[in-house]
């Protein structure tokens, strides 16, 4: 905090995606190809996932969030878009690939924080934005880096299965759902 807090220049992209080796179990010699492949693209989902969390905290430095005394409810809530706003803009750089995979990994962050709590909803906030703008804006932010429709399809595809698992975990019925094969309005219903 102390670095990032008086840092004037924007933070270098190699400092910030950590482009290693992926994450392995111990005995990764025993496993098949397969699922040596799975495992690879799991800890790369992961590690943008984390990127992603990281680099909103990083955010708050970098914006002096820390430094507001006293805040509102409301300020808080716009310190966050903030920091998603920060993290988002440094994910955009980079390779087709890299920018694609950070997408999913931002994604699979912001929704997250609906299976942090079992007994809450995380539905409504008072100091963040609901987890549903935090998507659609991750989601448009990748939309206007062009990442090809076919990704954005699938960014909302993936948002569309989280929250259908969040629900389910809830026990909160899923019906009359009625748009086709169109992953984006199927998740705005959701």
Known sequence: DQILHFQEDPIPQTLIIDQSPNIVSPNNNNL????????????????????????????????????????????????????????????????????????????????????MNKRSTYLHSFTHPMTHERCNRCIRKFQDANVEQNAINYLYHMAAQVAIDFLNSREIPITDLDAGNDAEAYYHEL
């Open 32 to 115: 098949n190809e397969k699922i040596r492949s799975f495992q690879g693209t799991v800890n790369n989902l992961y590690i943008r996932a984390l990127t992603c969390t990281l680099l909103h905290e990083v955010g708050h430095a970098v914006n002096r969030h820390v430094e507001i005394i006293n805040p509102t409810d409301e300020l808080i809530k716009t310190c966050e878009t903030e920091a998603d706003n920060f993290a988002l803009d440094t994910l955009i750089h980079g390779s087709t690939e890299d920018i694609l995979n950070n997408s999913f990994g931002a994604i699979l962050s912001f929704m997250s924080i609906y299976f």
